[in-house]
């Protein structure tokens, strides 16, 4: 069965304070790991999709990376903006996996000034 | 450029009662369309799935249905609900492409 933990469940940054928050995963085939930002109250809103081990993809302060077992998001210089729970899903290529979303809970990030 | 409509918002209905919960997608054809439910604290879980009108895959056995009378249309339904069903609903899409893409979501409180 696909499993996807993200660590920390909530982090509490200064404006500027750079982190990362950690997506680890097993899936029976990868198919691409997906990047979420949910603002409260709100549907999550797309931001990434890595498909191989190695891959970057970068998008204003933040950048995710892939390796065969876990995802990093990297929040360079946060904003009180970046404020937000950031989800991870997997989506798995093989048998029952195939084309379903599996998420983790989140990490609920907030940026102060 | 693709949009997803998802209503109503909010809803409070006593349990027992019936649910219809609506979501549309525009500017795409055939999409894949999904129903999640987000309680709180845990993760998104995939409730139905559909590639296709009249075409419904159900992951979660419960007293919730879903159907897809329309190519771009999807309705999460129950005929009684149970104080479990309260929640976030998400009606979301996808593409050629495998991203799937959220509605703003439908709160759901079953008193």
């Known amino acids: 069965e696909d499993q996807v933990t993200q660590s920390p469940e909530a982090l509490r940054l200064q404006e500027g304070e750079s982190s990362s928050l950690n997506c680890s995963y097993t899936v029976s085939g990868l198919r691409g790991l997906f990047w979420y930002r949910q603002d409260p109250g709100k549907g999550p809103e797309f931001l990434f999709t890595l498909y191989s081990a190695g891959e970057e993809k970068e998008k204003e302060r933040l950048k995710a990376t892939l390796t065969k077992k876990e995802s990093f998001l990297h929040i360079t210089a946060p904003k009180p903006e970046d404020s937000a729970t950031y989800l991870c899903?997997?989506?798995?290529?093989?048998?029952?996996?195939?084309?379903?979303?599996?998420f983790g809970a989140g990490t609920q990030v907030v940026v102060t000034p | 450029s693709q949009t997803i409509h998802q209503w109503p918002a909010t809803l409070v209905q006593p349990v027992g009662s019936p649910l219809s919960l609506e979501c549309t997608v525009e500017?795409?054809?055939?999409?894949?369309l999904y129903w999640y439910r987000q309680a709180a604290g845990r993760g998104l879980q995939l409730l139905f799935y559909?590639?296709?009108?009249?075409?419904i895959s159900s992951e979660v056995p419960q007293n919730l249905s879903a159907s897809r009378p329309q190519d771009r249309q999807f309705i999460l339904s129950s005929k009684k609900l149970l104080l479990s069903d309260s929640g976030f609903y998400l009606c979301?899409?996808?593409?050629?492409?495998?991203?799937?893409?959220f509605g703003e979501g439908s709160w759901l409180t079953v008193v």
């Open positions: 559909s590639v296709g009108i009249g075409q």
């Open positions: 899903a997997v989506q798995g290529g093989r048998g029952d996996s195939w084309g379903k979303l599996q």
């Open positions: 979301a899409w996808s593409g050629g492409r495998n991203t799937i893409y």
């Open positions: 500017g795409t054809s055939n999409p894949n």
